[in-house]
């Protein structure tokens, strides 16, 4: 007889994305480079996400799962431009870390 | 027609447009002849709009064309509109007919100038903004014009700017004037606070005078801030002192601007403004008045000793417009503008010949060294003695019958008055006579005069002497004249120059005849501006009236006294001529002014100065360090750094929960 597998509760997935937005605000600040930089941002949406997700099963309301997509619509719309800044800024300097693009500093 | 009044002023600007595309490539003479046919077309628009006028009754003759809204502004509304009313096309007729033919005379006196298409660049942009000054509905087109032709004065005047005492001179006419236009501001203000609703328009301003909605002290306010501005432009005491230096422009600017058109502007002003002037307090019209009666005597005895042929007219300009003053504040509004009419008749066919008696000489202009020309100049000479005539007070030139007029209103307001009008007529006889005799009769001392100076002429007169020649042969070099500037015989001056001399003696002589004291039925002229002045012009008394050919039989024989005094002084040389050296140097009025200025006032100019770069200065600069050096510590902030950034937003996160969850308690 196999243990009982424990039903996961909303908790736990409330500690697992807050984990994942933990992790992913670490990495915005700690890395350098822009794509890691950027899959850092897409963790802390997600983490996001799963927030909204969870809620939205525990309260039986639709309304937090409709915000998801909007999230997911923006995040795509955001990766769109911000990809493509970052591939044309490593066009340009191939090496270049975040901490180089400092031309706008005041 | 009189929907077509706005091609008056239109079509003078047309010409300075061409010209300032075309001009150097007219070039002379053919710019010159532009510039007059435009003026010319402008006159023969006013004169279909006067025609038309005239045959209106007088409650219709007032007509107001708007070509746009000029200044839409809440409860302030002003459009640039022109008003045809007898006084406005009054105006317009002699500007528009002396300016044609100055024009014409020009092409003439400046043939051969290296600058002769901007000479009338700028003399039809003057026409443009006299136009616009005389026909504008409200204050501020009339300001427009004031202030234009303010800038073309100063453009004129110091016109040869290679002298330096030209460019000095247009200087202190632009600086003086600018002190009468702050009393012209003043007045506008004053009208656009009293009137409401809020108006700058003249009809506005005077219908408000005449239904009393202005207090006597607002109504005073405006009239006497006006006549400051009216002091200003029209050489009045104590602001005179720009009027005779501007004799350093050439002839017909002075015939022109300084003695037919611009300076009759501060008369114009005050003849418009006559409601206003009516309800105001008695002693405003006494202080008008005074000013006026003190500066006809004032300028007439300095023009006694003036030896510039130029300088003996421009006093007696300022003088004469004394005289016009001295009308305005004694209630003859029709007395003060047919002064001015038969004035720009008279002074400008004086200027124009002494123009041409300098441009005949050589651009000599000392009166010391002229003499007997009227044998060389014989058309000159005829209608120079019209002119003169005219000024001295003899009947029945048109000076005469003006001068008269308002010396009868004079001695209604004050025997005083009258008495000082009576004696500058006496002055002006007299100094009149003397230039007539100096240049015209007598010895020819054109050249003596040269052998003289060049031989033992004492030190300062000779360097005098010496920057005038330099002046003189910087203008004649550029003269395609076949006389070189050794030879110095006198010559008579060309038809263009001759043609105007002669309408404008014409003028002198019948002038006087649109308004004859002998009937009610030959005051033309009143009937004609009656709709303008009948809010306030004063009506002689009954004493007065009857006195009429006393008076005028007196003003004939103070006139004959002057002339015949002159000429027993100069002609027959019975008595020595009594030319003080105070009045020569103008009782030192300007010398005064120069010393004060330059001592305690430029001390004081200094100290303001002073304040200005350090106490002003210092509090504006102080308060731009003070935000830039904030700003320069604020701009570190943005290092550029992603990471820093990121770190900044999660710091602030932490501390917004903080502040919700752990002080608010919101969960």
Known sequence: ?106 | MLDLVWLIPALPLTGFVLILLFGRRLGDPKAGYLATTMVAASFLVTVGVFLELVGLSTEERRHVVTAFSWVPVSSLHVDLAFLADPLSITMCLFVTGIGSLIHLYATGYMHGDPRFSKFFLYLNLFAFSMLMLVLGENLLVTFLGWEGVGACSYFLISFWHERESAATAGKKAFVTNRVGDWGLMMAMFFAFWATNPHTLSYIGINEAAAEGHFSTTTATAIALFAFVGACGKSAQLPLYIWLPDAMEGPTPVSALIHAATMVTAGVFLMVRLNPVLHVSAEYASTIIAVVGAATALFAATVAVAQNDIKKVLAYSTVSQLGYMFLAVGSGAYVAAIFHMVTHAFFKALLFLGSGSVIHGMHHEQDMRRMGALRKVMPVTAITFIIGWLAIAGVPPFAGFWSKDEILLFAYDKSPVLYAVGLVTALLTAYYMTRQVIMVFYGKARWNDAHAEHGAHGDVVEADEHAADGHAADDHAAAHTDDHGHGAHTPHESPWPMLLPLVVLAGLSIVGGFIQLPFATSLHRLEHWLEPVVEEGEHHLSVAADDLKYVLMGIAVAIGLAGISAAVLVYAKHKAKPIEPQILADGWKYDAAISAFMGGPGRAAFDGVAWTDAHVVDGAVNGAGALVKGAASGARKVQSGNVRTYAAGVAVGVVLLLVWFVLLRGVL
């Open chain 1, 1 to 106: 007889m196999i243990a009982a597998v424990p039903t996961p509760t909303t908790t736990w997935y409330l500690i697992l994305s807050a984990v994942l937005f933990a992790l992913g605000m670490v990495g915005v600040m700690i890395r350098r480079n822009p794509l890691v930089l950027f899959m850092c941002i897409e963790l802390m949406l997600n983490a996001v996400n799963l927030t909204f997700v969870a809620f939205a099963q525990r309260l039986g309301d639709v309304g937090g799962q409709t915000t998801v997509f909007f999230v997911m619509v923006v995040a795509a719309a955001e990766v769109v431009v911000g990809l493509g800044i970052v591939v044309a800024i490593l066009r340009r300097r191939p090496s270049a870390t975040t901490d180089d693009l400092a031309e706008l500093k005041g």
